[in-house]
């Protein structure tokens, strides 16, 4: 698969390393800094290629979103249409000090994905931690994660399931792209739990019985 990633800071490039190595092609895009962005490519490997937002949609069957919630406007601005790709989201609205985040409850980061793409096959997703991504295992013991995702499209759904299976994480399907109101506090608890109350690398396993 051909996948664009927008934003690649530690998330774009963590994913971008397991997908890389199941032989998807990659093109990374957006930084502030042209030099950060080659770096960033070249740490994933040499085929990696690097291009505009909007060069990244036009060679992708998927778009992830990978910024800081305080960039999200402006990467969607240069990223153009995406009417008809699938956009997967991994945005958290994070306060920039990390305390808490922006919007929530009532809206989420994917719901106003959606409105500012509303042709676009938004799923979302909170996967597993930077630091567990660029580790040398993505497994806790015998245990992969699991992790959340929410999405209105089943065919789009499916294939970001597919790649978070490839993250070495467990996909739970959360239901529609509303409920991202509810992922992402889920994420942000684990920011908590991971960096205030320094419980280090952490993941959550959903039980069922
Ligand atoms: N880190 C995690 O474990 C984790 C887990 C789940 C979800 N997320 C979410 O995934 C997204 C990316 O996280 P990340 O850890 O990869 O972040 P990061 O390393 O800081 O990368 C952020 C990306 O956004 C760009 N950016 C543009 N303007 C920015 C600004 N004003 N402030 C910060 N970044 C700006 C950065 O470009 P430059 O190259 O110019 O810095 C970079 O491409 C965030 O929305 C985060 O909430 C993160």
Known sequence: MNIGIIGTGNMGTGMGKCWAKN??????????????????????????SVGTPSEAVAFADIVVLSVAWAAL???????????????????NPLLPDMSGLAIGTTTSAAEEIAKLAPKARVVESMPIFAEILHSPSTKFGNEVASVFYCGDDVEAKGIVAGLLRELGTEPIDAGGLKNARFVEPSGMLLVQ??????MGQIGIKLLRR
Not at 27 to 34: G, T
Not at 73 to 89: H, M, R, V, Y
């Open 73 to 91: 406007e402006d990467a969607l601005k240069q990223a153009g249409s995406l009417d008809g790709k699938i956009l997967f989201t991994i945005v």
């Open 193 to 198: 739990l991971a960096y205030m109350q320094q």
């Open 23 to 48: 032989g998807h092609n990659l093109m990374f895009s957006y930084s502030r800094s042209e030099e950060k962005l080659k770096a960033a490519a070249a740490t994933v490997g040499s085929e990696v």
